[in-house]
């Protein structure tokens, strides 16, 4: 089963709108994280919220994480060209790996 | 400071073949994690190597072994290849296992093509 689902799987927005995107999971989780992979290149990663953080910015980018529903949600301002990839979340534990979901397909038009 | 490296960065292989990976994990880690994504997909977890031994094992078969040498650099390989094996191969640092730091950070790939 997997630890993070995204939604939607696939997003298509104009330059200079926000983007959202939302993460759902299964179990319990002390921290999540999301990613950013540009055309099947490495993952970078974007962002850590802990359990007991409920909203998170850095940068254009807000995270919120709500255990109560296991979902997660992550905002990019003003979206650029540049934010067109795929984000992905995934959801951990002490000393545990990652699970990662599917992803969300992120295109901004210029 | 040197990020997450992987070599090779492009690789072909013939079913039955065997592959090794190789992955140098960001300065100051100890950690290193592999992962394989399959085309539009996300990563999946293959195995995690802490001192020198596997520590935590994904849903692959034991075609898929690994190592961690004394440098906390890693190999991933990989026996009698299948067609399904074609992936993204994916390496992770992060440091220490039980700590409080726990942001893992990825390598560029590589990529496996098995004919």
């Known amino acids: 089963s997997q630890q993070g689902e995204e939604d939607p799987q696939a997003l298509s927005i104009q330059e200079g709108e926000n983007a959202t995107m939302n993460c759902s999971y299964k179990?319990?989780?002390?921290?999540l994280q999301w990613y950013r992979q540009n055309s099947g290149r490495g993952l970078v990663h974007l962002i850590l919220?802990?359990?007991?953080?409920r909203e998170k910015h850095s940068g254009r980018l807000r995270v919120t994480l709500d255990t109560s529903k296991k979902s997660s949600s992550l905002l990019i301002t003003a979206s650029r060209a540049a934010d067109t990839a795929s984000y992905f979340c995934?959801?951990?534990?002490?000393?545990?790996?990652?699970?990662f979901g599917p992803g969300t397909r992120l295109s901004v038009l210029p | 400071d040197a990020g997450v490296t992987q070599s090779p960065t492009h690789l072909i292989k013939t079913r039955g073949q065997q592959v090794t990976l190789r992955c140098s994990p960001k300065?100051?880690?100890?950690?290193v994690s592999w992962y394989q994504q399959a085309l539009g997909q996300g990563p999946q977890f293959i195995f995690q190597y802490y001192e020198e031994e596997e520590r935590q094992r994904g849903n692959f078969p034991d075609r898929f072994s690994g190592h961690q040498f004394p440098n906390y650099s890693s190999e991933l390989n990989v026996n009698a290849l299948l067609l399904g094996d074609s992936a993204l191969y994916l390496c992770?640092?992060?440091?220490?296992?039980?700590?409080?730091?726990?942001?893992?950070?990825f390598g560029p790939g590589t990529r496996l093509t098995v004919t």
């Open positions: 179990t319990s989780i002390n921290n």
């Open positions: 995934a959801g951990g534990n002490y000393g545990q790996n990652f699970v």
């Open positions: 300065s100051g880690h100890d950690t």
């Open positions: 992770a640092s992060s440091l220490g296992q039980g700590t409080n730091s726990y942001e893992q950070y």
């Open positions: 919220i802990r359990s007991n953080e």
